[in-house]
């Protein structure tokens, strides 16, 4: 599921049902993403940069989406998960690879 953002009273059936969600650049600034992330577990986890759009708020001051967004949103994601980037990176790596049905080869 593509951002989602409410109701949150629905995010367990959502989860049940064996949906991915995807959140992105607000995650670093949005308390109402915020508050869905702390709920995703991880193994449902994706990230994305929903563009291109301009965003308006810091850190993204009126800046259009790019990938490079991405390890921003990890960032604020592993500090709400309360977990180093380093690990919740590899978490939706897999979950990309599950959904995808495609392994990534990042070595190069």
């Given amino acids: 599921m593509h951002w989602f953002s409410n109701p949150i009273s629905i995010l367990s059936k959502v989860v049940d049902n064996g949906y991915y969600i995807s959140e992105g650049p607000p995650t670093a600034y949005s ?20 563009g291109p759009v301009r965003y308006w708020k810091y850190p ?6 790019t990938p490079a967004f991405i390890p921003t949103v990890v960032k604020a994601m592993a500090e709400i998960k309360k977990m180093s980037e380093n690990d919740l990176s590899e978490r939706i790596i897999k979950n990309f ?7 990534l080869n990042l070595t190069d």
């Fill in 60 to 65: 993204f001051s009126d800046m259009k989406t």
């Fill in 97 to 103: 690879e599950e959904f995808f049905g495609r392994k």
């Fill in 31 to 50: 308390n109402g993403i915020r508050k869905v992330v702390r709920r995703i577990p991880i193994d449902n986890l994706l990230t994305e940069t929903d």
